[in-house]
Antibody
Framework: QVQLQQSGAELAKPGTSVKLSCKASGYTFTSYYIYWVKQRPGQGLEWIGY????????YYSEKFKGKATFTADTSSSTAYMLLGSLTPEDSAYYFC????????????WGQGASVTVSS | DIVMTQSPSSLAVSAGETVTINCKSS????????????LAWYQQKPGQSPKLLIY???TRESGVPDRFIGSGSGTDFTLTISSVQAEDLADYYC?????????FGSGTKLEIK
């Protein structure tokens, strides 16, 4: 079955970076887009952007340009998101999700990774 | 960007009742090419990841109970949950899948009395 396994919780200091991973299994990694979504504690969902592992193409929501960087390693079926220049406003859960083959919806989700930014 | 406005922000119902959640988009989600509405609904239970319930406004994802019904067109959409069960306790989000950047509504918290 389709699974997205995310890396564990991160505690980081302001101004530093964290790199989150999302390991896919149960499907052909290079054929599906990976989306990233942010959720602050007790808040709603915010779409960050995507990477298409098939060709490495990326798209970032305007708000996250310069904040997030997506990469993918096809040999390990793993997508990554680097979050840089961290501030307390980056403290949140971050989900990776698979885009349905057709349509911009998310049909499988990782379990989420918590990022806490604190000095 | 397309702004999604969802209401109510929370509601509490008894098991067996019917619930209606509304979602309004700042521009039409109806494609003139295929007459499909690009609106999805997700359910997020406490401590879990979101789960896709409905896409194209009214198409249920595989395995989703038929008490979840999506409707609407253009800019106004509704998620109806008939005969609510205790397991439906969750936050519900609408999402437009018409164009990038994708955007979500602010969510509706469903509580069971």
């Amino acid at each position: 079955q389709v699974q997205l396994q995310q890396s564990g919780a991160e505690l980081a200091k302001p101004g530093t970076s964290v790199k989150l991973s999302c390991k896919a299994s149960g499907y052909t990694f290079t054929s599906y887009y990976i989306y990233w979504v942010k959720q602050r504690p007790g808040q709603g969902l915010e779409w960050i952007g995507y990477i298409y592992p098939g060709n490495g193409g990326t798209y970032y929501s305007e708000k996250f340009k310069g904040k997030a960087t997506f990469t993918a390693d096809t040999s390990s079926s793993t997508a990554y998101m680097l979050l840089g220049s961290l501030t307390p406003e980056d403290s949140a859960y971050y989900f990776c999700a698979r885009r349905r083959y057709k349509g911009y919806v998310m049909d499988a989700w990782g379990q989420g990774a918590s990022v806490t930014v604190s000095s | 960007d397309i702004v999604m406005t969802q209401s109510p922000s929370s509601l509490a119902v008894s098991a067996g009742e019917t619930v209606t959640i509304n979602c309004k988009s700042s521009q039409s989600l109806l494609s003139s090419g295929n007459q499909k509405n690009y609106l999805a609904w997700y359910q997020q239970k406490p401590g879990q990841s979101p789960k896709l319930l409905i896409y194209l406004a009214s198409t249920r994802e595989s395995g989703v109970p038929d008490r979840f019904i999506g409707s609407g067109s253009g800019t106004d959409f509704t998620l109806t949950i008939s005969s609510v069960q205790a397991e439906d306790l969750a936050d519900y989000y609408c999402q437009q899948h018409y164009s990038y950047p994708l955007t979500f509504g602010s969510g509706t918290k469903l509580e069971i009395k």
